[in-house]
């Protein structure tokens, strides 16, 4: 590629489900992103970084024909994109920097409500509407059952009642878009999540150490998302019961309170959230003034 340019360029979807997430997370790593609605380029003030927003679908091209360095995508796309590059001869080539903590859903087939389905084979010779043919093609070669793929771009859960196929293979979450339209999830073909991917190639030091600063912050920040700061007042004579119910509390920092020797306020970081259950056990043992804080940033 012929882009010169020794700021690193990374590819996130402009507007959709991963766009809040994938910006939130570059902001929490310290990156100050200067950001106008409708600009393709987004400049980060304080790094030698550039933000490309696109459609999502151009994301894996993009990384894999080394146009942009990082980018932010769903395993989903990024599959469908390498098989479809993979068929048509051209480069697939990516690392993948992470697997993040959202984007988090499954591609599945789906069929009317009231089709009395029994298994994969009952879509022998019928039709499927998909904006993932290459991923379901895939599954259905697998399972040894042909049907007849309609590639639509979008409004893939209308299809069956608009009389386009027989049946639905696309993203599925809470169901609640299913359930709109009449559907039911028959086969899950594929779970995904979003992931940082790299272009395979990059060789600037420049960059390549910008990416290395750039990971551990990533980690930080998903593992303080996943982490929950503890506080809690406990029985002296408890102590060991209340410490057995705080998920991974293994080193528990204890603090005496003034003016009461028989509680100790006890601290601690756990990779779990705390359940109301757990939390009414912990009332149950004595324990008092239990708070739950979110972390914001870790570093080991
Ligand atoms: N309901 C969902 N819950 C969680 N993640 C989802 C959900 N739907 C999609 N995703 C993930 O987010 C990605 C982007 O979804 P979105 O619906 O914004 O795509 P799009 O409509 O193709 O957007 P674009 O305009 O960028 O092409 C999907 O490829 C998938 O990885
Ligand atoms: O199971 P659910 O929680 O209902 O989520 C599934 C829906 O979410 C996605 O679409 P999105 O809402 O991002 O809109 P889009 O179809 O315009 O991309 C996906 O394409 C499904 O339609
Ligand atoms: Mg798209």
Redesign the pocket.
């Known amino acids: 590629m012929t882009v010169t340019t020794n700021r690193l360029r990374i590819a996130i979807q402009k507007s ?2 991963l766009s809040q997430d994938s910006q939130a997370l570059l902001t929490n790593c310290g990156l100050k992103i200067n950001l106008r609605e409708q600009r393709l380029i987004a400049h980060v003030e304080n790094m030698d970084i550039d933000l490309l927003r696109v459609r999502d679908d151009d994301i894996p091209g993009l990384v894999m024909d080394g146009v942009c360095d990082l980018g932010f995508v769903g395993e989903n796309v990024l599959e469908e994109v390498s098989l479809q590059r993979q068929l048509d001869n051209e480069s697939y080539d990516y690392t993948v920097l992470a697997r993040l903590d959202f984007g988090g ?1 499954r591609l599945s087939i789906a069929v009317p409500q009231e089709e009395d389905y029994q298994s994969i084979k009952d879509l022998e010779g019928r039709t499927i509407a998909t904006t993932y043919p290459r991923l379901l093609n895939r599954y259905l070669k697998q399972k040894g059952v042909n049907c007849r793929i309609v590639n639509l771009k ?1 409004s893939v ?1 209308v299809a069956p009642r608009a009389g386009l196929a027989d049946a639905i293979c ?9 359930e709109a339209n009449g559907l039911k999830e028959v086969e899950v073909i594929y779970r995904s999540k979003a992931v940082l991917i790299q272009r395979r190639d990059l060789a600037d030091e420049k960059q390549l150490k910008l990416i290395k600063k750039l990971m551990p912050r990533i980690q930080g920040v998903m593992q303080a998302n996943e982490s929950k700061y503890i506080m809690l007042h406990a029985p002296r004579a408890r102590l060991q019961e209340v410490i057995a119910l705080l998920p991974g509390a293994e080193n528990p920092t204890l603090l005496p309170l003034a003016g009461n020797d028989d509680l100790v306020a006890l601290h601690v970081v756990s990779s779990e959230t705390l359940f109301w259950e757990t939390m009414e056990q912990l009332k149950g043992l004595g324990a008092s003034s239990i708070l739950v804080l979110p972390i914001e940033k870790m570093m080991e």
């Open positions: 959709g489900r859903c979008g859960e696309d993203l599925v979450s809470t169901g609640a878009t299913l």
